[in-house]
Every structure is written in C-alpha cells, then in structure tokens.
C-alpha cells in the first residue's frame, strides 16, 4: 500500500498524559485535554460489562481482557506496518500469529477500497475539548473518510458499536476544525478471534454528531 500515502497534511503527533486516572492529550496551546476514549469510558453504561465480569468471575474477565488488549495492539502494528508499506511478520508466539492473520483479514476485506491513505495513527485535537488518535484518514469508496480497526471475540450487533461511531464523529470534526476539510464519513473494520470480518459506516453523521456532543457536555458537566 505505499504507493497509497499522500502527504495531504502535516499531522503533529501529540503528546499524551494521565490526569487522575484518565488519558490527557497535551494540544499544540500546551494544554491537556480528555481524550475521545476518556470521554466515552467516563459517560458509558456499563450494565452489560459488568453483568458479564459477574458472570464469567474477575478473574477470568481479567484474562480475557488482557489477551483482547494484546491481540489488539499487535494486529494495529502489523496494519499499521501494512499501511506504510514496511515488512510485517507473523511473529512466533500464538498472539502474535492470531493477530497477524486478523490483520490480513481486514487488508483483504477492508482496505482494498481504501484509494487514498492521508495518515495512519493520527493524532487529532479539538482545541480546549478533546483530542484522540484515529487508525487511518483517506479516501474510501470515493470519500475522504477517519477509519479505526476493532477486534472482537464475536460478530458485533450494530446497537453494539454506537460508541465507535462516537469515536469516528469526534475524529471527523476535529479533523475538519483543524485542516479545514469536510469529512463527513467514517467506516470501522473489524475482525473477531475467529477470523469473521465486519465493517460499519456512519449511516447519519448529523445525528452521530449530535449524539458526540451530548456525551462531551456530560463529561464536562460531571468533571466540572
């Protein structure tokens, strides 16, 4: 995919921090902000994750929850590598080959309608409210598009996926505040632990927006 990158725009990488427990992004004025993933994990219903834990046991939950994180930081580093066109390695552990053959699974599905890559691993910034880090902006089908890639142990309900959304509406509006661009689409991609593929769009960006601010006002309000 090399021959896909365009330098459209000069991103800046930010700095994170933590702040009482929560991720902080330190924006280009020197002043940190929540980050996207702090917002939403603050103002999340957490009903379902926690009948779950109580379910399965803590300690089992733990288990699975850190093998997830692992899986899903590695399969971001090889589609990462893929996007900017470096050698990716299956690696020899189990996670690593898992999550190596996830990736493949998105590039083959996902990003063959990816025409354009502006960026991979972008960090964005809404001056004085949030800032975050997307997977990847580009043109997809057509479109200038934020895309970020998931991991799941199973097929995802599409009420199950309302806060990614949030993420690629909060990407899309800092994007276009600071660059002054118009992108109004964003796709997920995601693979489960059994090798199934799985894309979602933004089907009604102005409702997602509104849905973003309503959750930033909550945040702000309870943090305040």
Same mark, same amino acid.
């Given at each position: ?11 800046? /990488? ?29 103002? /999340?219903?957490?009903?379902?994750? %926690?009948?779950?834990?109580?379910? =399965? ?5 733990? @288990?699975? &929850? ?45 990003? %063959? ?8 691993? =972008? ?7 949030? &800032? ?8 997809? /089908?057509? &479109?200038? &598009? ?29 994007? %276009? /505040? ?8 964003? @796709? ?5 632990? %059994? ?13 997602? =927006?509104?849905?973003?601010?309503? @959750? ?6 309870? =943090?305040?």
């Amino acid at each position: 995919m090399t021959k896909l990158l365009v330098e459209k725009f000069q991103y800046k /990488k930010l700095r994170r921090t933590t702040i009482d427990g929560k991720r902080h992004y330190v924006g280009e004025d020197g002043n940190p902000v929540p980050s996207v993933t702090t917002i939403l994990s603050h103002s /999340k219903d957490m009903t379902g994750l %926690n009948a779950w834990k109580k379910r =399965v046991g803590a300690q089992e939950a733990q @288990r699975i &929850a850190t093998e997830s994180a692992n899986i899903g930081t590695v399969m971001h580093r090889s589609l990462e590598k893929h996007v900017k066109g470096e050698d990716r390695k299956p690696g020899s552990n189990l996670i690593q080959q898992k999550a190596h053959t996830m990736a493949n699974v998105i590039i083959d599905n996902g990003l %063959n309608d990816v025409s354009e890559v502006w960026g991979s691993e =972008v960090s964005l910034h809404y001056p004085e409210l949030y &800032a975050g880090t997307t997977d990847l902006v580009g043109v997809y /089908k057509g &479109a200038p &598009a934020i895309m970020d890639f998931k991991q799941s142990r199973r097929l995802k309900k599409k009420e199950w996926v309302e806060d990614y959304y949030l993420q690629l509406v909060a990407y899309s509006e800092a994007h %276009n /505040k600071l660059y002054d661009t118009q992108i109004n689409s964003g @796709r997920i991609f995601i693979c489960t632990q %059994n090798n199934e593929f799985q894309t979602f769009d933004i089907d009604n960006y102005d409702h997602w =927006v509104g849905q973003w601010y309503a @959750r930033l006002e909550q945040y702000y309000k309870s =943090v305040l």
